[in-house]
């Protein structure tokens, strides 16, 4: 034969071995492409492609016929990676956290100032006047003067905690 020849029926012979492959899902969750049938303790449900004609006689739930050979030397580096990608996630989720944290904190102490300033201008007892819906400016009364003095009370009480 001529080696074009040989070379277009290698060609051709490809899908037909792709074909007696089994697919299915291990138990980390990766999807699994082997000529051999899934261990036992797959379930039926996690197989995805059994392989067309010679395999089909292989019960699907089948133990491996030879020991399985170790992992690849590149399946610890796909690991570590896939663990330093986890971490990298993890500490910019804490970071994030801590970021807003943060932030409310500062937005706590700030809300903290306002109410204090607020309660020494309504304590001082000097006229305090608001703009209205209508803008118009009006002077608290005291009743009005009261509820403002308990509202702010209830801000210092809950926002200069030190927490």
Same mark, same amino acid.
């Given at each position: 034969?001529?080696?074009? *020849?040989?070379?277009?029926?290698?060609?051709?012979?490809?899908?037909?071995?792709?074909?007696?492959?089994?697919?299915?899902?291990?138990? /980390?969750?990766?999807?699994?492409? &082997?000529?051999?049938?899934?261990?036992?303790?797959?379930?039926?449900? /996690?197989?995805?492609?059994?392989?067309?004609?010679?395999?089909?006689?292989? %019960?699907?739930?089948?133990?491996?016929?030879? %020991?399985? %050979?170790?992992? %690849?030397? &590149?399946?610890?580096?796909?690991?570590?990676?896939?663990? @330093?990608?986890?971490?990298?996630? @993890? @500490?910019?989720?804490? *970071?994030?956290?801590?970021?807003?944290?943060?932030?409310?904190?500062?937005? !706590?102490?700030?809300?903290?100032?306002?109410?204090?300033?607020?309660?020494?201008?309504?304590?001082?007892?000097?006229?305090?006047?608001?703009? /209205?819906?209508?803008?118009?400016?009006?002077?608290?009364?005291?009743?009005? !003067?009261? *509820?403002?003095?308990?509202?702010?009370?209830?801000?210092?009480?809950?926002?200069?905690?030190?927490?």
């Amino acid at each position: 034969m001529r080696p074009a *020849t040989c070379v277009l029926l290698a060609l051709l012979a490809m899908p037909l071995a792709a074909q007696a492959q089994w697919q299915w899902i291990d138990g /980390n969750g990766r999807k699994v492409f &082997s000529d051999r049938p899934p261990p036992a303790d797959v379930p039926a449900r /996690n197989i995805l492609g059994r392989p067309a004609g010679g395999g089909a006689g292989v %019960p699907a739930m089948a133990a491996p016929q030879a %020991p399985v %050979p170790a992992a %690849p030397a &590149s399946a610890p580096r796909v690991d570590r990676a896939l663990e @330093e990608k986890a971490r990298q996630a @993890e @500490e910019a989720e804490k *970071t994030n956290r801590a970021e807003a944290e943060a932030k409310a904190a500062k937005a !706590r102490q700030d809300n903290c100032a306002r109410a204090r300033q607020g309660l020494a201008t309504l304590d001082s007892g000097i006229r305090i006047a608001r703009v /209205n819906g209508q803008g118009e400016r009006e002077i608290m009364d005291d009743a009005a !003067r009261a *509820t403002e003095q308990r509202r702010l009370q209830g801000v210092v009480q809950s926002d200069c905690v030190a927490r």
